[in-house]
């Protein structure tokens, strides 16, 4: 039973050291969106954080504050979903294809 319990305590410290690994991986990524004919461009890192934006002197001025507002959001917003979803997979290939219990999510 001793064996078997260090065994799995040594696949869980792996399992953390990939997973810590991971974080910083993502942490470093850089994720664009560009919406709007390229009137609007985001980046986030894999954490999320917004790094850069450009917003094209057309869609300034238009004078359309709301619609530079929304591609502005739809920007960032796809863009995360992009760190996200890149997060989700590196996630897969860690654990083997297991999820991660309800609710518990990268960064930990």
Avoid: H, W, Y
């Avoid at 654990?95 to 960064?107: A, C, E, I």
């Amino acid at each position: 039973m001793m064996k078997n319990l260090g065994g799995m305590m040594k696949k869980v410290q792996e399992l953390q050291g990939k997973m810590e690994a991971l974080q910083e991986d993502m942490a470093n990524r850089n994720f664009t969106s560009s919406v709007g004919g390229g009137a609007v461009s985001a980046t986030v890192t894999g954490k999320g954080v917004v790094t850069n934006m450009v917003i094209s002197a057309d869609a300034c001025s238009s004078g359309d504050t709301e619609l530079l507002a929304d591609l502005v959001m739809l920007a960032v917003n796809t863009a995360k979903s992009d760190a996200d979803r890149a997060q989700e997979e590196a996630m897969k290939e860690v654990t083997g294809g297991l999820p991660l219990p309800p609710g518990m999510k990268l960064p930990f």
